[in-house]
């Protein structure tokens, strides 16, 4: 075995005022309750809300309250995220991580910021594993970043072998997000820690995921603290021989002999993605999509306008489901 406990915090965020304060108390209950645990992560934008008006221009003072608990306790934390403001003068949604010796070993931006909703905040261009010695690599993820299998695909392929995937999901797309989860450890065999918040910081409904896609455990929509202990062996093990001894994914996905065009921009006919329209908030009433063409009116497929269906024999009338998927 390789153990590794870790906690995840689901907790109250205060959308107007700070949480910094609540998050130390959450952290102190973990170390007098589980002191076994040896990481803390919290939701996205747990520190200050989901406000960008709300966060300070200057963190500084908050890393080090961050940087000192885990220095007090000796564990690694992942404090959710945070808005910051980098050199560029851009706004990013970033996730730092903090070892045991009070030390920022990693951040990480929001790759796919979630628009049109997040307007204003500008998307990161770099993926982040870090490595925990004598244990294992982990990556991190933000929220709507695991909804585009691209990118845990990348972290799957550094070696990711844990995703931290701190969340602020408030919307009734939460059911969606969780069978995402699921699907998304069984694809990449990698254990998911899917730590969401209440109130102005989310629904709840936080979840641990292992690496063949069963759910350890799943919160509801209370304040709680979740330690679970993860095996790394079992990760490196399942990569090897594949789910139940079964599916080999990364494997399958290394030794493939095909091209996806879509990966590699040169030469991509992106026609039908650009008769989408514009990334946008629709307006009341939007009629966007409803009359729009199929795809062959778009861009037929070679041979489509040469080859029409054929008519079906005497005597056989075609089959005709309505509503069917």
Known sequence: MTPFAIAGVQMHIAATHENVTAMAHKIDQVAARFPWVQMVVFSELAAFGPLPSNHPENLDATLETFKNLARQYQIW?????????????????????????????????????????????????????????????????????????????????????????????????????????QSTAAMFQCYIFDINGLAGGGTGRSCVVDPGGTVLYQAAGQDEIIPVEVDLALVRRQRAVGIRGLGQTLKSFRDHRHEFPVYGYEGFDDTYLQSLGPLEMQP?????????????????????????APAPAVGVVPLIIEGGG
């Open 77 to 181: 934390l992942l404090p959710g995220t945070l808005f910051m403001r980098r050199a560029d003068g851009k706004l990013y949604n970033v996730a730092p991580v903090i070892d045991p010796s009070g030390t920022v070993v990693a951040e990480y931006a929001k790759m796919f910021p979630f628009t049109p909703y997040e307007a204003g905040v500008e998307a990161g261009r770099e993926f982040c594993v870090f490595d925990v010695p004598d244990v294992g690599r982990f990556g991190l993820s933000i929220c709507y970043d695991i909804w585009f299998p691209e990118t845990t695909r990348q972290l799957a392929a550094m070696g990711a072998e844990v995703l931290l995937h701190p969340v602020l999901t408030g919307t009734i797309d939460r059911d969606i997000e969780l069978a995402i989860a």
């Open 284 to 308: 009341k009433n939007s009629k966007a999509g409803i009359d729009a063409p199929p795809p062959a009116a778009i861009m037929p497929l070679a041979g489509n306008e040469a080859a029409p």
